[in-house]
């Protein structure tokens, strides 16, 4: 059974006449009257009484009707959604962000998306890097944003932002006012408030070090915290160092609260991640696109 079967048959049985069916559907009598026939004869079923030049709908054709017009509708329904989809008037984009990114970075181009397409439905998750790439590989997201580094054959990224680490400190802690110390000293011998395995904050920062030829290891570690707002606030109160986002800290910078440290600055990338075997929608380019433009 198809659509053009069912079309067929509801035209008929609500102009109970072959001829004016055909005009409507712009087919043939004949095209008409073989569809009908192939119906009944595929299911064995007498959907019509050809009452001379006339036709009467049987009972199985009157039962039939109510399904047959449900099922039309149904499938126009379908076909609206899917229009509605491809013209972005419907939908949902489902994101995975790690912290930074999540807090500092993303919530204005999303507030920007919702007021280009409103009906596209954003559901927002916050994890590290590696919880983020995760996501995208198993398709419970349809896009990351990271600014840790990864190293994941299925995922393709594109740079959409900057960032840079800052080592900070409380107001009284020596190396507020510290000048002239070589950065292994700096490293060595502070108490340093780190992020969790797999953060991206966590191994931009390793990455800096050993590529300044210190060996991360070495640090003296009070804590390792889940995310930046927890760093910040166990070092205001602490004689314990921290690298962390600009974006994040740059607020208790300016009150005079937290004091950065006189370290090498790595700039760092936002990126945005997708699978690369899985369809880029419609929606995620446009989401793409308010990035690249901010």
Known sequence: MTFEQ????????????????????????????????????????????????????????????????????????AALVLSELGAMRRGRLTIHASQTVATYWLPQRLMQFHAAYPGIALDLSVSNTQGVTRAV??????????????????????VVGEDELVVVVAPGHPLAKAEGASADTLVAETVWVIREEGSGTRSEFEAMLRAMGFDPNRRKIALTLPSNEAMLSAVRTSLAACAVSRRAVEPLLAQGDLVAVNFPRPERQFRMVRHKERHFGEAAKALEAICLQA
Do not use: C, M
């Open 6 to 77: 069912l079309s067929i048959f509801v035209a008929v049985a609500e102009r109970q006449h072959l001829t004016k069916a055909a005009e409507a559907l712009r087919l043939t009598p004949s095209a008409v009257s073989a569809a009908i026939k192939v119906l009944e004869g595929f299911y064995n079923v007498q959907l019509f009484h050809r009452v001379g030049r006339g036709i009467e709908l049987t009972e199985a054709g009157r039962v039939f009707l109510d399904e047959a017009k449900a099922v039309l509708s149904r499938a126009q329904s």
């Open 137 to 158: 590989i198993e398709g419970t997201a349809d896009l990351g944003f990271v600014e840790g580094r990864f190293d994941e054959p299925a995922l393709a990224a594109r």
